[in-house]
């Protein structure tokens, strides 16, 4: 099988979706300004594709995600703020809406678990390693220790009994 050309038509399909992607971007955001369109980038990259998985409405062509981006762009020409959009968006559809959780109030934990586990969870492992190191049985495997005071307990037996 030749995977030359499976690696070309992959790279070929790849920008052949890409360039339609950024037309799709360019004819949505006609006739706005550039802070405008940054705006517009910013806000449909943050908000969650509803019909597809892990994508934001920005890399979607689902038809929800397109009226969704239709909304954005709408709210940007009025002049709203980001939060604002972020508002309208999750008093609508929730906070699942949002591809990351908030930074704030009981949402922190959020953020706050994966930096406490990459923190403490080696800690935690070293200490439960180290604590089985310590309690280990050794099966009838007797250490040099072992076998040194038992050969020095013999010789001084021996010497006893002559």
Known sequence: MNFGFIKTAMIAVSILLASASY??????TKGMSEPQVDMYKDISGDLRC??????????SDAQ??????????EQVELGKSKGEIMK????????????????????????MIPA?????????IWAFVWRKRQTVKTYGVRSS??????MEKSLVSLRENN
């Not at 509803?50 to 890399?59: A, D, K």
């Not at 929800?64 to 762009?73: I, L, N, Y």
């Not at 220790?145 to 038992?150: A, F, G, K, S, T």
């Open 64 to 73: 929800f995600s397109v009226q969704m981006k239709e909304a954005v762009r």
């Open 50 to 59: 509803p019909t597809c998985t892990g994508l934001s409405i920005l890399q």
């Open 88 to 111: 309208f968006f999750t008093e609508r559809y929730g906070l699942w809406i949002l591809r990351e959780p908030p930074s704030t109030g009981m949402h922190l934990f959020a953020w």
């Open 116 to 124: 406490f586990l990459l923190i403490a969870g080696p800690i935690l």
């Open 23 to 28: 037309s799709e971007v360019k004819n949505i």
């Open 145 to 150: 220790e072992v076998i040194l005071d038992e």
